[in-house]
Protein backbone atom coordinates (compact mmCIF):
# COMPACT_ATOMS: atom_id res chain seq x y z
CA UNK A 1 0.00 0.00 0.00
CA UNK A 2 1.55 3.12 -0.57
CA UNK A 3 1.72 5.57 2.18
CA UNK A 4 4.13 7.25 4.46
CA UNK A 5 5.43 6.18 7.46
CA UNK A 6 7.17 7.38 10.53
CA UNK A 7 9.03 5.80 12.88
CA UNK A 8 9.57 4.54 16.33
CA UNK A 9 5.72 5.60 17.05
CA UNK A 10 7.75 6.72 20.58
CA UNK A 11 10.93 8.13 21.74
CA UNK A 12 12.63 8.45 24.91
CA UNK A 13 15.51 11.14 25.00
CA UNK A 14 17.93 11.79 27.55
CA UNK A 15 18.74 15.62 27.82
CA UNK A 16 22.20 16.34 25.86
CA UNK A 17 21.23 13.71 23.16
CA UNK A 18 20.94 13.61 19.54
CA UNK A 19 17.79 11.69 18.19
CA UNK A 20 16.67 10.86 14.58
CA UNK A 21 13.11 10.26 13.53
CA UNK A 22 12.71 8.19 10.56
CA UNK A 23 9.81 9.34 7.54
CA UNK A 24 9.58 7.46 4.76
CA UNK A 25 6.81 7.57 2.00
CA UNK A 26 6.46 5.57 -1.70
CA UNK A 27 4.10 8.01 -3.10
CA UNK A 28 7.08 9.27 -5.34
CA UNK A 29 6.16 12.69 -3.66
CA UNK A 30 9.00 15.58 -4.47
CA UNK A 31 7.80 17.81 -1.51
CA UNK A 32 8.07 16.66 2.59
CA UNK A 33 7.65 18.27 5.20
CA UNK A 34 8.36 18.27 9.06
CA UNK A 35 5.49 19.63 11.71
CA UNK A 36 5.96 20.05 15.53
CA UNK A 37 2.86 19.81 17.70
CA UNK A 38 2.47 21.12 20.74
CA UNK A 39 -0.94 19.62 23.14
CA UNK A 40 -3.67 21.86 22.64
CA UNK A 41 -1.87 23.41 20.13
CA UNK A 42 -1.73 23.70 15.96
CA UNK A 43 1.16 22.63 13.77
CA UNK A 44 4.01 24.59 13.35
CA UNK A 45 6.79 23.99 10.31
CA UNK A 46 9.87 22.78 11.27
CA UNK A 47 11.58 21.91 7.93
CA UNK A 48 10.43 21.31 4.43
CA UNK A 49 12.29 19.74 1.21
CA UNK A 50 10.46 20.28 -2.60
CA UNK A 51 13.48 18.16 -4.26
CA UNK A 52 16.00 15.67 -3.63
CA UNK A 53 19.27 17.64 -1.43
CA UNK A 54 17.80 20.16 -0.98
CA UNK A 55 15.42 22.13 2.07
CA UNK A 56 14.43 25.00 3.70
CA UNK A 57 13.92 25.99 7.16
CA UNK A 58 10.71 26.31 8.17
CA UNK A 59 8.96 28.33 11.17
CA UNK A 60 10.54 26.74 13.88
CA UNK A 61 13.98 25.30 12.46
CA UNK A 62 16.29 25.87 15.10
CA UNK A 63 17.62 23.05 17.53
CA UNK A 64 16.61 20.75 14.43
CA UNK A 65 18.61 19.26 11.47
CA UNK A 66 17.58 17.43 7.95
CA UNK A 67 18.59 15.44 5.42
CA UNK A 68 17.66 14.36 1.77
CA UNK A 69 19.94 12.44 0.10
CA UNK A 70 16.87 10.15 -0.68
CA UNK A 71 13.19 11.00 -2.30
CA UNK A 72 11.96 8.50 -0.34
CA UNK A 73 13.01 9.42 3.06
CA UNK A 74 12.98 13.17 4.91
CA UNK A 75 15.00 12.16 8.87
CA UNK A 76 14.79 14.59 11.35
CA UNK A 77 17.65 15.06 14.06
CA UNK A 78 16.46 16.44 17.15
CA UNK A 79 19.82 17.88 18.82
CA UNK A 80 20.94 18.91 21.85
CA UNK A 81 20.35 22.65 20.87
CA UNK A 82 16.56 22.41 20.94
CA UNK A 83 15.47 23.33 24.37
CA UNK A 84 11.72 21.77 24.41
CA UNK A 85 11.78 18.94 22.63
CA UNK A 86 9.12 17.27 24.39
CA UNK A 87 6.54 17.05 21.76
CA UNK A 88 4.60 15.11 18.69
CA UNK A 89 6.32 15.14 15.71
CA UNK A 90 4.20 14.73 12.14
CA UNK A 91 6.02 14.01 8.51
CA UNK A 92 3.56 14.30 6.05
CA UNK A 93 4.58 14.81 2.24
CA UNK A 94 2.51 16.51 -0.91
CA UNK A 95 1.53 15.22 -4.20
CA UNK A 96 -0.38 17.87 -6.59
CA UNK A 97 -3.04 18.07 -4.92
CA UNK A 98 -2.98 17.20 -1.21
CA UNK A 99 -0.70 16.11 1.67
CA UNK A 100 -0.42 12.90 3.06
CA UNK A 101 0.79 12.58 6.85
CA UNK A 102 2.36 9.93 8.44
CA UNK A 103 1.05 8.62 11.95
CA UNK A 104 3.41 11.20 14.55
CA UNK A 105 6.16 10.17 16.43
CA UNK A 106 6.00 11.10 20.12
CA UNK A 107 9.49 12.29 21.55
CA UNK A 108 9.70 12.64 25.08
CA UNK A 109 12.75 14.00 26.90
CA UNK A 110 13.72 12.20 30.08
CA UNK B 1 2.33 36.70 5.28
CA UNK B 2 -0.58 33.77 5.32
CA UNK B 3 -2.42 32.55 8.14
CA UNK B 4 -5.26 30.61 9.06
CA UNK B 5 -8.17 31.26 12.30
CA UNK B 6 -10.27 28.86 13.60
CA UNK B 7 -12.28 28.86 16.80
CA UNK B 8 -11.04 27.80 19.95
CA UNK B 9 -12.38 24.89 21.24
CA UNK B 10 -13.66 22.53 22.83
CA UNK B 11 -16.65 22.12 21.27
CA UNK B 12 -19.12 19.98 23.16
CA UNK B 13 -22.59 19.07 21.27
CA UNK B 14 -24.71 15.78 21.84
CA UNK B 15 -25.37 13.04 19.26
CA UNK B 16 -27.25 14.48 16.11
CA UNK B 17 -26.77 18.31 16.87
CA UNK B 18 -25.51 20.54 13.86
CA UNK B 19 -21.95 21.14 13.77
CA UNK B 20 -20.51 24.15 12.88
CA UNK B 21 -16.32 25.04 13.04
CA UNK B 22 -15.51 28.73 11.59
CA UNK B 23 -12.55 29.50 10.16
CA UNK B 24 -10.96 32.22 8.22
CA UNK B 25 -7.76 33.24 6.29
CA UNK B 26 -5.57 35.69 5.30
CA UNK B 27 -3.46 34.93 1.88
CA UNK B 28 -2.66 36.66 -1.05
CA UNK B 29 -3.73 35.28 -4.45
CA UNK B 30 -5.48 32.28 -4.18
CA UNK B 31 -5.05 29.82 -1.93
CA UNK B 32 -6.31 25.95 -1.89
CA UNK B 33 -8.54 25.15 1.87
CA UNK B 34 -8.35 22.30 3.43
CA UNK B 35 -9.84 20.27 6.44
CA UNK B 36 -7.93 18.03 8.16
CA UNK B 37 -8.84 15.42 11.14
CA UNK B 38 -6.76 14.18 13.68
CA UNK B 39 -8.41 11.17 15.67
CA UNK B 40 -6.15 10.58 18.86
CA UNK B 41 -2.51 9.62 18.88
CA UNK B 42 -2.40 9.35 14.98
CA UNK B 43 -1.73 11.77 12.46
CA UNK B 44 -3.78 13.63 10.20
CA UNK B 45 -6.01 13.16 7.65
CA UNK B 46 -7.43 15.16 4.40
CA UNK B 47 -11.21 15.22 5.02
CA UNK B 48 -11.91 17.29 2.60
CA UNK B 49 -10.89 20.34 0.25
CA UNK B 50 -12.01 23.34 -2.17
CA UNK B 51 -9.33 24.92 -4.63
CA UNK B 52 -11.27 27.56 -5.73
CA UNK B 53 -14.16 30.53 -4.84
CA UNK B 54 -17.46 29.21 -4.26
CA UNK B 55 -16.19 24.98 -4.56
CA UNK B 56 -17.76 23.24 -1.94
CA UNK B 57 -15.90 20.15 -0.03
CA UNK B 58 -17.55 17.52 0.97
CA UNK B 59 -17.04 14.47 2.88
CA UNK B 60 -18.17 11.57 5.29
CA UNK B 61 -21.65 14.41 5.82
CA UNK B 62 -19.23 16.90 6.40
CA UNK B 63 -19.22 20.29 3.77
CA UNK B 64 -17.34 23.45 3.45
CA UNK B 65 -17.81 26.28 1.05
CA UNK B 66 -14.72 28.25 0.04
CA UNK B 67 -16.17 32.07 0.46
CA UNK B 68 -12.99 34.82 -0.88
CA UNK B 69 -15.28 37.46 -0.17
CA UNK B 70 -15.71 36.64 3.80
CA UNK B 71 -11.76 34.27 3.19
CA UNK B 72 -13.70 31.52 5.27
CA UNK B 73 -14.17 28.15 4.87
CA UNK B 74 -16.50 27.07 7.70
CA UNK B 75 -16.86 23.41 8.16
CA UNK B 76 -20.60 22.18 9.06
CA UNK B 77 -22.41 18.30 9.24
CA UNK B 78 -26.00 18.25 9.88
CA UNK B 79 -26.26 15.60 12.42
CA UNK B 80 -22.44 14.47 14.21
CA UNK B 81 -22.16 11.34 15.82
CA UNK B 82 -19.71 10.02 18.53
CA UNK B 83 -17.30 8.74 16.03
CA UNK B 84 -16.68 11.77 15.23
CA UNK B 85 -14.97 13.57 18.41
CA UNK B 86 -11.58 14.40 17.28
CA UNK B 87 -9.66 17.20 16.72
CA UNK B 88 -10.06 19.64 13.19
CA UNK B 89 -7.56 21.97 11.77
CA UNK B 90 -8.41 24.15 9.18
CA UNK B 91 -5.45 24.43 6.33
CA UNK B 92 -4.16 26.48 3.34
CA UNK B 93 -1.81 26.54 0.99
CA UNK B 94 -0.40 28.14 -2.56
CA UNK B 95 1.41 27.20 -4.98
CA UNK B 96 3.82 30.19 -5.24
CA UNK B 97 5.00 29.38 -1.32
CA UNK B 98 5.87 25.89 -2.17
CA UNK B 99 2.54 24.14 -1.62
CA UNK B 100 3.16 24.72 2.09
CA UNK B 101 0.42 23.98 4.21
CA UNK B 102 -0.04 26.85 6.84
CA UNK B 103 -2.72 25.55 9.94
CA UNK B 104 -5.09 26.90 12.13
CA UNK B 105 -5.01 26.09 16.20
CA UNK B 106 -7.31 22.93 15.55
CA UNK B 107 -10.68 22.74 17.30
CA UNK B 108 -10.90 19.82 19.26
CA UNK B 109 -15.29 18.25 18.97
CA UNK B 110 -16.64 16.21 21.69
CA UNK B 111 -19.67 14.88 20.82
CA UNK B 112 -21.70 13.11 23.47
CA UNK B 113 -24.51 9.86 23.42
Known amino acids: DGGITQSPKYLFRKEGQNVTLSCEQNLNHDAMYWYRQDPGQGLRLIYY???????QKGDIAEGYSVSREKKESFPLTVTSAQKNPTAFYLC?????????FGQGTRLTVV | GNSVTQMEGPVTLSEEAFLTINCTYT??????LFWYVQYPGEGLQLLLK?????DKGSNKGFEATYRKETTSFHLEKGSVQVSDSAVYFCALSRSNAGNMLTFGGGTRLMVKP
Open chain 1, 49 to 55: SQIVNDF
Open chain 2, 27 to 32: ATGYPS
Open chain 2, 50 to 54: ATKAD
Open chain 1, 92 to 100: ASRGQTEAF
